[in-house]
């Protein structure tokens, strides 16, 4: 099996380029190496190596910065993910595509399946739901991946800055009305990796999210007691709960984003099972 992986220095391209197995050949890109945006580029990649699957793990995932990067949060996840479900069907290559659960307005507090209709409140929700339509238009061997609050040891995201933050103040105010399902980047790696082994590829779109329903601030609790176990400063850290009208950002976000993950998990021969937050909060500290 032959991949080529874009975005391969985020969180999940670094978690895939961990995970991939030994005799699978990956070629993988950054945004130095294949800018996704730069049509030729990306067909003369494809042209070149001619994977069996792209996986599209880039993105720009920026949520707040893209409600006044319009045109650069369109460029990579709407027209950056059409260049490259055009070049996978020239060569005749899957291509598995990850999206977000922000591509929902969350206003019913239902759980996401994925036959619901898509009404993003963001910039950066509208950019991936045209990157949706776009790819699934263009080829149809395409999967697209739909997940939610990425967090992982590599790259940015939540874990990390409430590790940091705990160190630096006693109490840390979070966000304490938006419900969601924090996923570890190495077990959405591993459904990936499962679903790109199956010999009857699957198509359309998917949910895949961690298991537990949680705020932010829910989160920020959990994050804060398993680091104590490690590191005796993270006991005296507060979480004071806020409300979403309380914390200031440019973006609104979806109340609600809970995804369903049983499509997926029924498609696996395996299906993934949530690796414990213990296990992450412990390679950040040692
Ligand atoms: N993080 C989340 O909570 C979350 C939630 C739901 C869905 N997702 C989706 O999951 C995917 C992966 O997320 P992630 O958390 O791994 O993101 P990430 O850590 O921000 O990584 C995204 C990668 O994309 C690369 N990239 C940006 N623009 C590019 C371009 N024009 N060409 C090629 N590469 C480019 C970035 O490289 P540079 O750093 O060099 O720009 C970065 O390495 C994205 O599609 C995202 O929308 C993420």
């Known amino acids: 099996m032959r991949i080529l992986l874009t975005g391969s ?59 006044t990067d319009i045109a650069k949060a369109f460029a990579v996840n709407a027209t950056g993910t059409l260049n490259l479900a055009q070049a996978a069907r020239t060569i005749g290559a899957r291509l598995i595509h990850l999206s977000t659960e922000q591509v929902f307005d ?61 160190l630096e103040t006693s109490t840390i105010r979070v966000v304490d009305d938006q419900i969601g399902c924090p996923t570890y980047a190495g077990d959405l790696a591993e459904a990936i990796i499962r679903l790109a082994a199956l010999t009857n590829p699957a198509r359309g779109i998917m949910h895949f999210a961690g298991s537990q329903q949680m705020s932010w601030a829910d989160f920020a609790q959990r994050i804060f007691a398993e680091a104590a176990e490690i590191d005796e400063r993270y006991k005296q850290v507060k979480v004071e709960r806020i409300a979403t009208a309380d914390y200031q950002s440019a973006a609104t976000r979806p109340e609600f984003g809970i995804l369903d993950s049983r499509t997926i998990q029924n498609i696996l021969p395996e299906p993934v099972a949530d690796t414990p937050l213990a296990h992450i909060i412990a390679k950040l500290l040692a």
């Open 9 to 67: 220095k985020g969180q999940v391209g670094s978690c895939l380029r961990d995970r991939l197995p030994e005799n699978w050949e990956l070629i993988a890109s950054d945004s130095q190496t294949l800018n996704i945006t730069d049509a030729h580029n990306v067909h003369n990649m494809v042209k070149t190596f001619e994977p069996d699957i792209i996986i599209n793990a880039a993105g720009y995932t920026k949520v707040d910065a893209a409600e």
């Open 106 to 166: 969350g206003y019913h507090h239902v759980i996401l399946t994925e036959n619901m209709a898509p009404n993003p409140l963001n910039v950066y929700g509208h950019s991936k739901l045209a990157g949706e339509l776009l790819a699934l238009n263009a080829h149809i061997d395409t999967a697209v991946i739909r997940t939610s609050w990425v967090y992982s040891e590599h790259g940015h995201n939540f874990v990390k800055i409430m590790l940091q933050k705990g």
